[in-house]
């Protein structure tokens, strides 16, 4: 899901009121990059105006250095595009950009690192939009419980790339101690696919001792 870190209450309104593309907000003024990673790992991630200081460079590598990946865009008049694109940032806009703008480069800069259409990550016969936050069986949405869809987002962002039970769990749960309950919800998402006519051991795989992993089926 996109996070839209941002102290501006009349952007936050306006986005949710136009409801094109679900999002969390988090409020700027306690924007902390290591703290929020703990807790959230955005499929995007929109860095917007704070009441006390602005978002910078700073914040962006920090971002980067605690192992971010995914798209991020800076919202910023202040400090220098060449800055925050040196530290990380894949796009920088006016703080006054409009909505229809804003989602569009989102869109672009998805498409562009995902090598998807429309930012849609494809593995074999399964899709993950973004943006709608949303999981697809050729046209046939896919539907699983919050925790199991946290889960599967957050692999299918990194095909082919398995994650560790204990980042898995820091990732959904936001504790590490938490991945004990990661098993029980992979059983559960694999047996989704497989209702959805998907291998579910194929599509979501397993290394010992690096952890799990989505993948399209040889």
């Known amino acids: ?24 907000h988090w409020p700027a003024a ?4 290591g703290s929020f990673l703990a807790r959230r790992d955005p499929a995007v991630l929109v860095l917007g ?28 008049d202040e400090t220098p595009s060449s800055s925050l694109l040196d530290a990380g940032a894949d796009a920088v806009l006016s703080s006054g950009v409009s909505l229809d703008e804003l989602t569009s480069q989102i869109r672009a800069v998805s498409r562009r690192l995902s090598g998807g259409i429309g930012g849609r990550v ?9 943006l709608q936050d949303a999981f697809a069986v050729g046209d046939v949405r896919l539907a699983l419980p919050p925790t199991g869809h946290r ?3 957050t692999l299918i962002e990194r095909p082919g790339r398995p994650v560790s039970r204990e980042d898995l769990a820091r990732r959904v749960f936001g504790s590490m101690s938490a991945h004990g309950l990661i098993p029980f919800h992979i059983c559960r998402i694999r047996s989704k ?16 001792g690096r952890g ?6 040889a």
């Open 122 to 130: 494809e593995v074999g016969a399964l899709a993950y939009d973004p």
């Open 49 to 76: 105006r704070s009441k006390h200081r602005p978002i910078g460079d700073k914040a962006v590598a920090e971002l980067r250095r605690r192992g971010y990946s995914g798209p991020l865009i800076v919202l910023s």
């Open 212 to 217: 799990y992993l989505v993948q399209a089926p």
């Open 151 to 153: 889960i599967l987002a």
């Open 193 to 208: 696919l497989d209702k959805a006519g998907l291998d579910g051991k194929a599509y979501l795989g397993h290394q010992l």
């Open 30 to 33: 306690s924007f902390e990059p």
């Open 1 to 24: 899901m996109m996070i839209l870190v941002d102290d501006d209450t009349a952007r936050v309104g306006r986005l949710a009121a136009v409801g094109s593309s679900p999002f969390e």
